[in-house]
């Protein structure tokens, strides 16, 4: 049994690393013809971020393979003995904390890299070793305190709920991702970001009127520091119910005009206008509904193969090593999902802030975030949640 768990996740990675390298080909082959939405300098520059990305991707890919390997043969089982050797409910849940922070730990070169080597060569990153170091205690923290009580609420099903614990285990989890959503603006955002009120009053005034042109309620729009970290550019609408907020990326203010802003919320209001939202919340219950459903019935001998008893812990564990798998199944489906809501949106956008503004801002944000305009078919088909931006700059100017 090991083996061929084993065996299906070296399919996985075989699977992640090829489509890894049909981009790769394609990419180089593309650098070397004329650019295509981008000016000539900023589309190499996208050309080998997309190359360094790829390149990364294809590395982390058997260095999880490499993780997974030792976790299911000898790992887990070590880790289960330390630490949940009787099986309790408190055990477990400080074994798959453990679990989680090990994870986090191992995974740390990868983000070091990432951060201070690649995107510093691409001129994006802004990060200190200081300020990082303050995010990693963070996130870590977060994940004690917080993920600690969900492992804990979800391990009290399994212990008390019977024969179909994971149904329950699953309608907990999911109301948890609602709650998080609604609290993300007010409450974890501010831990990483200095988030204030928007100063610019014209621009201010443009937001707020279209807001009610679009019958959006906000509770205010706001700028966030995220200059501090890097230089992409990015706006989002946070929250859920009466928490929704407007919050733009100081970078954004920066570089693009305001009626390129307003056509760049024009677009995230578009998926309001076609409740995008509400769409992707209900995709998102399917699929959390398959991966409670898939691992919460694991046959014993998994576990055993794996050197686990068939404790509640032992469910987290598996489900956290496998469900890339799961995953993987969904991906091109999430993918093909999301980017049937971005031509909508982009329209939306358009008839908000004008077809031209909305060109122009997306060549802006695809010069600044380095973002190569075109993709394979097969690798933008299974990952890309948005069309490309060659893609979506020829649908505007069809409009």
Known sequence: MLQILIGIYFIYTIYKVFLSLLQIGFVKQNLNK????????????????ALANEKLSVISSIYQMILLIIWSAWGAGYLQSIIAPNGIIWQNTLLVVVFLVIS???????DIYEKFIKDKKFGF?????????????????????????????????????????????????????????????????????????????????????????????????????????DKRLNAYFGGLGGTKRVVLFDTLIAKLSQSEIIAVLGHELGHFKHKDLIKNIAFM???????????????????????????GGSFFLVLFLYSPI??????????????????????????SGGAKNMISALKKLG???????????????????????YERAKKLENL
């Open 285 to 311: 219950f399917v699929i959390l509904f398959v991966l409670f459903g898939v691992f919460g019935n694991i046959p014993n001998s998994v576990y055993e193969a794996l050197g686990l008893d068939s404790s």
């Open 326 to 351: 799961i995953s993987a199944i969904f991906e091109p489906l999430m993918s093909a999902f999301s980017r049937s809501h971005e031509f909508g949106a982009d329209e939306f956008g358009a008839s």
């Open 104 to 110: 986090a730990l191992l995974n740390l070169p990868f």
């Open 125 to 229: 990153s802004n990060l200190t070793p200081k300020l990082f170091i303050l995010d990693t205690l963070k996130t870590l923290g977060l994940t004690v305190i917080f993920g600690g009580l969900v492992v804990y609420l979800i391990l009290l099903c399994f212990a008390w709920l019977g024969e179909f614990w994971w149904i329950w285990a699953f309608g907990l989890s999911f109301g948890i991702i609602l709650l998080v959503n609604l609290i993300y603006p007010t409450i974890i955002a501010p831990l990483f970001n200095k988030v204030s009120p928007l100063s610019d009053e014209e621009l201010k005034e443009a937001i707020n009127s279209l807001l009610q042109k679009c019958g959006f309620k906000s509770s205010g729009v706001f700028v966030i520091d995220a200059s501090k970290r």
């Open 34 to 49: 004329p650019a295509v939405i981008l000016a000539q300098d900023d589309y190499q520059k996208a050309g080998l971020l």
């Open 367 to 389: 010069e600044e975030n380095k973002a190569f305009p075109i993709s394979h078919p097969v690798y933008s088909f299974v990952y890309h949640s948005h069309p490309s931006l």
